[in-house]
């Protein structure tokens, strides 16, 4: 080749427009020119060449195209117009489209390939419309419909046809006949023609009619179409039946704004009132009272009974707010088992209190789901506007609050917000994370409360109570964070060490010749609802090697509510094992009578309130001589707590209740006092018989 004919071959290579390179056969770039660079993204050939090494990894977006490549020019030598999309430099996605042929050397072996590109992406895209466009005049869903200027119509698409339910022979050269009588004025419709005509189109909803009469809403465009001297030639018409669309924007504006399970405001909605309630309230002298309001129970109804139940549940709370409250009041739900209840025109304070006093009575009787009865009571946080915030989201916010702190106090079941909450919050928080930390670290440890049998002062037992430690807090009362174990999931484990500690102790007193009686550990409704617990308890049974009938096992009667057939299964299971069973609190809770007899219970346990003001009170000896006949009846045996006075004592053994637990006997004890107790108890006993 002489240096003239190389100089042109160079000059073309490197001014060409197309892209010219050459490869070798396992996908790398030999040669490119500067087109090839700039289509691929790069500006120098050379930086090309050096980094895009690997064709089919690096190039192609789908790498099957570039063997697909590789086979056309091994079996023709030479490809055409070979289109892919390929990756430029910056990751964005090209069409390209090759032309090339296989060099080969004097023994027939292919050296390398070379070719051309050509960037194809914009004609590929204007393909796409081409094909789009004739997809959608093809299917197209809308009726479409062409007038003269007379309003005849000239043609009529098949989706008209089916939206109005006509044949073509009856619509095309006939006078257009669109809009339902009645339903718009005649100016209203001359403005369509006249807009059109003048602004070349007109849109918006009109009331049309199908062959059979029936009216619905429809979406109309009109364009004008006019020749090239601007003279007005024909409308056509665009209508899309637009009544399943009308029907659905309602139902989604219900959604949006209500509950579908309650058919109650939602928390939007409710929020949205709660800020109109702010704003009238700016220019008056009243309040905006803000019930924040949790049911108590509602997990548990879920767990046992099933969400269709804790459904209906919900349904029926909604019923007795609405029904408790002012017309002017939103009671909205806010999610889950929380509702709002916003009261306007709050006169004063009062007026919270008031309201929560009428949510919890009304809370107080029972709900009917699926034919059994359940009690589910609420806990409620109020705030008030402008006292506790100036915003809706604040309000909401401190109620929430409020009906936190009320739900972490049994004894208060609705409490009115104050500043210093957030403070006490945080120190939740803190005792949440110290709470996770001493399950490790051995800050707990058990108390010790004697059960005695009057007058003599048997002891028959003693209750395991456990206690918190805390390195900096003191001893922590297990009011403040029991509750929290609950909330947090913690409370198996700390169930767990209690009974396996008890149990331990249990086992070394009677190795010492201690004769403490039945010793009784407390189990949380989370724990009884637990599947593991059956097993558990059985296996701390055996690898402590005590009697289990020295061992009680003492739960609320609200651990068993729901699912009775459940519970019934649980306790049967434990009654297996051997231990004894006893219901706390007894005659506080909801525990149906018709159900009490199926449960395999040892001992009821009269609870403190009915106690406390036994010798003035005219019904507590009544009640607590009640409870001790259904006991007999029943074959359970009974035991009172909280006793601390021995007229209390005396009142209990006339009603025949003569087993007492309470500060009248002693306080909870650590282990080393209560056995020294006990102890002493063995050595009066033993004096008295010598």
Known sequence: MSHETEEQYRSIFENAVEGIYQTTIDGRYIRVNPALARIYGYTDPHDLVQNLTDIAGQLYVDPGRREAFAHLMESQGVVHS??????????????????????????????????????????????????????????????????????????????????????????????????????????????????????????????????????????????????????????????????????????????????????????????????????????????????????????????????????????????????????????????????????????????????????????????????????????????????????????????????????????????????????????????????????GTDEFELFYQPKVRMPQRTIIGAEALIRWRHPVRGLVSPAEFIPLAEDTGLIWDIGAWTLQTAARALAKWRREGLEVGVVSVNLSPRQFQDARLVGFVRSVIESSGVPPELVELELTEGAMIGDIEKAVGLLNGLKDIGVRLSIDDFGTGYSSLAYLKRFPIDTLKIDRSFVRDIVKSPTDPAIVHTIVNLAESLGFATIAEGVETLDQADMLARQRCRNIQGYLISRPLEQSAFEAFVRQHQSSCATEVA
């Open 82 to 439: 070979f289109e892919a999309r390929v990756f430029r430099r910056d990751g964005t996605v090209i069409w390209i489209s090759e032309n090339a042929r296989c060099v080969r050397d004097a023994a027939g072996n292919i050296r390398f390939y070379e070719g051309t590109v050509q960037d194809i992406t914009e004609r590929k895209q204007h393909e796409e419309k081409i094909r789009l466009l004739a997809t959608v005049f093809a299917s197209v869903a809308d009726g479409i419909l062409i007038v003269d200027q007379a309003l005849r119509v000239q043609a009529v698409n098949p989706a008209y046809l089916a939206i109005g339910g006509y044949e073509t022979e009856e619509l095309v050269g006939q006078p257009l006949v669109l809009f339902q009588p009645g339903a718009h004025e005649r100016t209203f419709i001359e403005a369509i023609w006249d807009t059109a005509s003048h602004t070349g189109r007109w849109q918006g909803e009109v009331a049309s009619f199908r062959r059979t009469g029936e009216s619905f809403a429809a979406q109309l465009s009109v364009t004008a179409v006019t020749s090239p001297s601007g003279h007005l030639e024909h409308y056509v018409l665009t209508i899309a039946d637009i009544s399943q669309r009308k029907f659905q924007e309602h139902q989604i504006r219900y959604q949006a704004s209500f509950d579908r399970l309650t058919d109650l405001p939602n928390r939007w909605l409710a929020c949205e009132r709660l800020e109109e309630a702010i704003l009238r309230t700016q220019r008056g002298p009243t309040k905006v009272a803000v019930a924040f309001i949790d049911l108590n129970r509602f997990k548990q109804v879920n767990d046992t009974l099933g969400h269709q139940a804790g459904d209906e549940l919900l349904k029926l709370v909604a019923r007795r707010l609405r029904n408790c409250t002012r017309v002017s009041d939103t009671v909205g739900r806010l999610g889950g088992d929380e509702f709002l209840v916003v009261a306007p025109d709050a006169a004063d304070r009062k007026a919270g209190s008031r309201l929560a006093e009428k949510i919890l009575y009304s809370m107080s009787e029972p709900f009917t789901v699926h034919g059994q009865e359940i009690y589910c009571g609420a806990s409620v946080g109020i705030a008030f506007y402008p006292d506790d915030g100036d915003s809706a989201d604040q309000l909401l916010r401190n109620a929430d609050l409020a009906m936190y702190h009320a739900k972490r106090n049994p004894g208060r079941r609705w409490v009115e917000y104050d500043h210093t909450m957030r403070d006490r919050t945080g120190y939740h928080l803190n005792l949440e994370s110290d709470l996770r930390r001493a399950i």
